[in-house]
């Protein structure tokens, strides 16, 4: 967002539609096209270099003409989460739409492209998706509910029914809905396409073709981990699903654990535009994400303008304490470019100060079967946060414990052991200068 405004990527192989999408979008006074690409690899270079904070593409472009927008676009999402996109398509066959919205609908849109110029449909789209909201075209969802209409025995229970599957509620979101059991929507889903599948043979081939992909697309997937994924750190649904996790169970565990938190936040949040601030915090937490995510860490949470992450769990590293190091000292290097970036936008930076600590940890999935989370309990986790709080900005502070662990120690300033607020016992840590974590970036 530049002053303001949405900033905006487009992408489309069609030199005369990528410039007719690009007149239409400038008549907006708040979007701000930041780049065009017309092929896989120069959307995601180019998104990747512009970071916009929404990406309009088309489906079909070089090397394949298959679906190379939609691949894009996930994989640009995976490294930027948070991006919206608008999928501008010619086709109006639902499967591209389930094949874009596979992952969940938040911040994902799907429009026709002969539709477009109507009224205000592709800037409502971008408005919605920048803000982590979804929108299809009118034609789509009828194309997705209609079939089920044109069947002589379709009840209106039946209709009800495929149109939750249609707007991609799980079983379990459907049963809350109906006040059942999953067990009943399950059954009631599988009776519902035998009916379709009868219907068929009566001529309504295409209706049972569309309802079978949306089958695929969000009813036979694994629903428990498309679920999760949305709920739990990467990783840990995974391990769910394979059942190395049980609600309430617990696991002891070796880790390393990563804070940070930016300094003098609530002094920058006072004299901020709050639209603004929560742009830079959507560019500081992708950057984190990046960095930790880059040395196999598992982000446990972003709580304001913190961060906590885990390196070791939910899946176990015998070296996860050089990686916890190199994870802080990217996130400092990728901090320190973000704010070179900000201070051309007349920004105030972000600095940070990183605790690191490694010992025992409870792990446990905790909550209920509608809201999980993945918690590390214990001591480390505690004595975590209060080394961070001894870090000024751009430095790191590692326990005695981590420094212990690491295969390569680097130079770090040792710190007399001190009191820490919930421990009796002095700590002792050590503190890598802000110029010291610099240069271990370029090592």
Same mark, same amino acid.
């Given at each position: 967002?530049?002053?303001?405004?949405?900033?905006?990527?487009?992408?489309?192989?069609?030199?005369?539609?990528?410039?007719?999408?690009?007149?239409?979008?400038?008549?907006?006074?708040?979007?701000?096209?930041?780049?065009?690409?017309?092929?896989?690899?120069?959307?995601? *270079?180019?998104?990747?270099?512009?970071?916009?904070?929404?990406?309009?593409?088309?489906?079909?472009?070089?090397?394949?003409?298959?679906?190379?927008?939609?691949?894009?676009?996930?994989?640009?999402?995976?490294?930027?989460?948070?991006?919206?996109?608008?999928?501008?398509?010619?086709?109006?066959?639902?499967?591209?739409?389930?094949?874009?919205?596979?992952?969940?609908?938040?911040?994902?849109?799907?429009?026709?492209?002969?539709?477009?110029?109507?009224?205000?449909?592709?800037?409502?789209?971008?408005?919605?998706?920048?803000?982590?909201? *979804?929108?299809?075209?009118?034609? /789509?969802?009828?194309?997705?509910?209609?079939?089920?209409?044109?069947?002589?025995?379709?009840?209106?229970?039946?209709?009800?029914?495929?149109?939750?599957?249609?707007?991609?509620?799980?079983?379990?979101?459907?049963?809350?809905?109906?006040?059942?059991?999953?067990?009943?929507?399950?059954?009631?889903?599988?009776?519902?396409?035998?009916?379709?599948?009868?219907?068929?043979?009566?001529?309504?081939?295409?209706?049972?073709?569309?309802?079978?992909?949306?089958?695929?697309?969000?009813?036979?997937?694994?629903?428990?981990?498309?679920?999760?994924?949305?709920?739990?750190?990467?990783?840990?649904?995974?391990?769910?699903?394979?059942?190395?996790?049980?609600?309430?169970?617990?696991?002891?565990?070796?880790?390393?654990?990563?804070?940070?938190?930016?300094?003098?936040?609530?002094?920058?949040?006072?004299?901020?535009?709050? *639209?603004?601030?929560?742009?830079?915090?959507?560019?500081?937490?992708?950057?984190?994400?990046?960095?930790?995510?880059?040395?196999?860490?598992?982000?446990?949470?972003?709580?304001?303008?913190?961060?906590?992450?885990?390196?070791?769990?939910?899946?176990?590293?015998?070296?996860?304490?050089?990686?916890?190091?190199?994870?802080?000292?990217?996130?400092?290097?990728?901090?320190?470019?973000?704010?070179?970036?900000?201070?051309?936008?007349?920004?105030?930076?972000?600095?940070?100060?990183?605790?690191?600590?490694?010992?025992?940890?409870?792990?446990?999935?905790?909550?209920?079967?509608?809201?999980?989370?993945?918690?590390?309990?214990?001591?480390?986790?505690?004595?975590?946060?209060?080394?961070?709080?001894?870090?000024?900005?751009?430095? /790191?502070?590692?326990?005695?414990?981590?420094?212990?662990?690491?295969?390569?120690?680097?130079?770090?300033?040792?710190?007399?052991?001190?009191?820490?607020?919930?421990?009796?016992?002095?700590?002792?840590?050590?503190? /890598?200068?802000?110029?010291?974590?610099?240069?271990?970036?370029?090592?």
């Amino acid at each position: 967002m530049l002053d303001g405004r949405i900033t905006v990527f487009l992408a489309d192989d069609n030199l005369i539609v990528r410039e007719g999408v690009r007149a239409l979008l400038n008549l907006e006074s708040d979007f701000e096209v930041v780049g065009v690409a017309g092929d896989y690899d120069e959307l995601v *270079s180019g998104a990747e270099a512009a970071a916009p904070q929404v990406i309009v593409t088309d489906i079909r472009m070089p090397p394949n003409f298959q679906r190379e927008g939609i691949d894009a676009a996930n994989e640009l999402r995976k490294r930027h989460p948070g991006t919206g996109v608008v999928i501008l398509s010619q086709y109006d066959d639902p499967e591209y739409a389930i094949s874009l919205l596979s992952e969940g609908s938040e911040g994902r849109a799907y429009l026709l492209k002969d539709r477009i110029a109507e009224g205000d449909q592709l800037a409502r789209a971008v408005r919605a998706v920048a803000t982590g909201g *979804s929108m299809l075209d009118p034609t /789509i969802v009828e194309a997705l509910v209609n079939p089920v209409a044109e069947a002589d025995t379709v009840t209106d229970a039946d209709e009800d029914l495929i149109r939750l599957i249609a707007e991609g509620r799980t079983i379990k979101a459907i049963a809350a809905a109906q006040h059942t059991t999953p067990a009943a929507v399950s059954d009631a889903i599988e009776e519902l396409f035998l009916k379709l599948a009868k219907e068929a043979s009566a001529g309504t081939t295409s209706g049972l073709r569309r309802l079978r992909m949306l089958h695929q697309a969000i009813v036979e997937r694994e629903e428990q981990g498309e679920s999760l994924s949305r709920l739990l750190p990467g990783g840990v649904a995974e391990m769910v699903q394979q059942g190395g996790g049980k609600l309430g169970e617990t696991t002891e565990l070796v880790v390393t654990v990563l804070m940070s938190d930016i300094r003098g936040y609530t002094t920058i949040a006072e004299a901020a535009d709050p *639209s603004t601030l929560a742009r830079q915090l959507n560019d500081h937490r992708a950057q984190m994400n990046h960095a930790i995510l880059a040395q196999e860490g598992t982000v446990m949470q972003f709580v304001g303008d913190a961060v906590m992450a885990v390196f070791g769990a939910p899946v176990l590293q015998d070296d996860h304490a050089d990686r916890a190091l190199r994870a802080a000292v990217a996130m400092q290097t990728a901090q320190r470019e973000v704010n070179e970036k900000w201070e051309t936008e007349g920004l105030p930076p972000f600095h940070l100060g990183i605790g690191l600590s490694t010992g025992k940890v409870a792990g446990a999935l905790l909550g209920s079967e509608e809201r999980l989370e993945y918690t590390m309990v214990g001591d480390t986790v505690n004595l975590t946060q209060r080394l961070q709080q001894w870090a000024d900005a751009g430095q /790191i502070v590692l326990s005695q414990p981590t420094y212990d662990a690491l295969s390569h120690q680097p130079a770090a300033e040792h710190l007399e052991p001190a009191l820490v607020k919930g421990r009796q016992a002095p700590v002792a840590a050590y503190r /890598i200068g802000a110029a010291e974590a610099a240069g271990l970036s370029s090592e």
